[in-house]
């Protein structure tokens, strides 16, 4: 997700789904819609640790091998290494992007190893979320201005004596060091480790009534089940992030989109149309990472269930 920086945006969801990403999905399964259409090949769709990308990379592949006769695997990768894997030919594909202007630059405007595909549909939001009782009790806490005077009820035994600001996936986009440091906040950026790691912290801080400041981020499935509520930072203006050691500002807004090697864009796949035309919008894909996340459906099934809910929609893909 975004920025150059490397970013935060969660979900070790093998933990919360119980799935080995990497290989999934599989061999050239070809049925009636697939008569008369010609032999997709091998599409490689990288997958990113966070349950709304495992969406769209697991719709794309269903109807990549349903309708079109694809051998879809998912290569269960961090962003950057995403991006490094379409320039060397392992990845076709990235279906969710957050940002990376920096790796813009080198892949897409310098090496022309990669190309935008479009947008995804999506728009995505991140911030500094409390548990609805926090903000309940404390009103004024969701302004940041506000932070230093609650530090002490976020210390834990890892902030060092400041408050904690919980941070996800280390490979996720986030400026909360600069953030913290500029902002001049007396608090500590702890790594969670996954997405599913930051939705139980907010489980049980809503359950046991404690203090919890954490990195999270939109679309996302879980804001069905819980309305956590976002800290107000400084407003966001263009330019004001240009700097990372120097962002003193809350996150912009990412119109999320579609990335694919060059080399795949070139190779007449009939994929690559597919993934162009794909976009899905946050309550749709919110619709199916709550069946994966919540229902314990795997990404494929939830996929079918999507699709075969959405013909129109997905025939719109395949014009």
């Known amino acids: 997700m975004g920025r150059g920086l490397r970013r935060i945006r969660l979900v070790a969801i093998a933990a919360v789904l119980g799935l080995g990403l990497a290989g999934c999905g599989g061999g050239g399964i070809k049925n009636a819609d697939t008569a008369g259409k010609s032999d997709c090949g091998d599409l490689r769709i990288a997958v990113n640790p966070w349950t709304g990308y495992v969406t769209n990379a697991h719709v794309i592949g269903y109807v990549a091998k349903t309708r079109l006769g694809c051998n879809v695997t998912y290569p269960d990768v961090k962003e950057e290494v995403g991006w490094a894997g379409m320039a060397s030919g392992s990845i076709d594909t990235i279906v969710e992007n957050w940002g ?44 940041w201005k506000n932070l230093n005077k609650y530090a002490s009820l976020f210390k834990t035994s890892e902030s060092g004596g400041k408050g904690q600001l919980l941070d996800g996936d280390p490979s996720y986009v986030t400026n909360d060091e600069a953030l913290v440091k500029n902002l001049k906040l007396n608090y500590k950026v702890v790594v969670g480790g996954s997405e599913a790691g930051l939705i139980q912290s907010f489980k049980s801080a809503e359950k046991n009534h404690t203090a919890l400041l954490a990195y999270f981020y939109e679309p996302q499935w879980f804001f069905s089940e819980m309305k956590l509520v976002h800290v107000d930072l400084p407003k966001y203006k263009p330019g004001c992030d240009a700097d990372p050691a120097k962002v003193a500002c809350d996150y912009p807004p990412y119109k999320l989109n579609k990335l694919i090697a060059t080399k795949f864009d070139k190779s007449g796949s009939p994929a690559v149309g597919l993934i162009k035309n794909f976009k899905i919008t946050n309550d749709q894909q919110n619709e199916v990472s709550t069946d994966i996340a919540q229902n314990g459906m795997s990404p494929d099934d939830a996929a079918k269930k999507w699709v075969d809910a959405n013909k129109e929609t997905v025939d719109s893909w395949l014009k």
């Open 100 to 143: 990376h202007p920096d790796l813009v630059k080198k892949y897409i405007d310098e090496q022309k190893t990669v190309v935008d595909a479009g947008p995804t549909g999506s728009q995505g939001i991140i911030g500094w979320y409390v548990p609805p009782w926090m903000a309940k009790k404390y009103p004024d806490i969701t302004n």
